[in-house]
């Protein structure tokens, strides 16, 4: 898999599947769950709905995956996946890789060849951004997949993008 580092914003993505860094609700929130929920439109919104109310009533446990339409996204779809707090005392990690190869699994399941990504938990979950960047890039740069596929690392900001390529030895 080829893997790209890009600055910007996540939305903008003209990508087969845009991964989410979702809530458990499933139902919206702030950061990257808030931006995509709101420039993708209540195409979304109705059917995280339909999955609370089936699949998932308890929310979608972190570290999993699940797909939507993109609604107005310039996406085909949108892989949700819950990321995990971060944590001093306990070593999360594992969870973490989890959103990025279970997101990568549904993706193949759609037969997505382009896919970006958040950098999962790095935001409100308070996870540090090298080590956030390294898990990702461990999961992307090693994953076999079905399709030939690009994968983008979105990075919302100049710092937070200096830090990505500096982690990625470029």
């Given at each position: 898999?080829?893997?790209?580092?890009?600055?910007?914003?996540?939305?903008?993505?003209?990508?087969?599947?845009?991964?989410?860094?979702?809530?458990?609700?499933l139902l919206g929130g702030g950061g990257v769950d808030g931006a995509i929920h709101r420039k993708g439109g209540p195409e979304i919104l109705a059917e995280t709905r339909m999955?609370?109310?089936?699949?998932?009533?308890?929310?979608?446990?972190?570290?999993?995956?699940?797909?939507?339409?993109a609604g107005r996204l310039p996406a085909r779809w949108v892989v949700h996946t819950v990321g995990p707090v971060h944590s001093a005392t306990e070593d999360r990690s594992p969870l973490l890789r989890a959103c990025y190869e279970n997101a990568l699994q549904v993706a193949d399941g759609l037969g997505a060849q382009t896919i970006a990504f958040p950098l999962i938990s790095a935001g409100i979950y308070r996870w540090p951004v090298d080590d956030a960047v390294r898990q990702a890039l461990s999961v992307l740069r090693s994953a076999e997949t079905a399709h030939r596929r690009t994968a983008y690392l979105v990075l919302?900001?100049?710092?937070?993008?200096?830090?990505?390529?500096?982690?990625?030895?470029?």
């Open positions: 898999m080829d893997v790209e580092l890009v600055e910007g914003d996540i939305t903008a993505q003209r990508v087969d599947v845009i991964v989410n860094a979702a809530n458990s609700s999955l609370r109310a089936s699949k998932y009533g308890r929310g979608l446990p972190t570290g999993q995956a699940v797909a939507t339409t919302f900001g100049s710092a937070t993008a200096a830090t990505a390529r500096t982690v990625a030895g470029l």
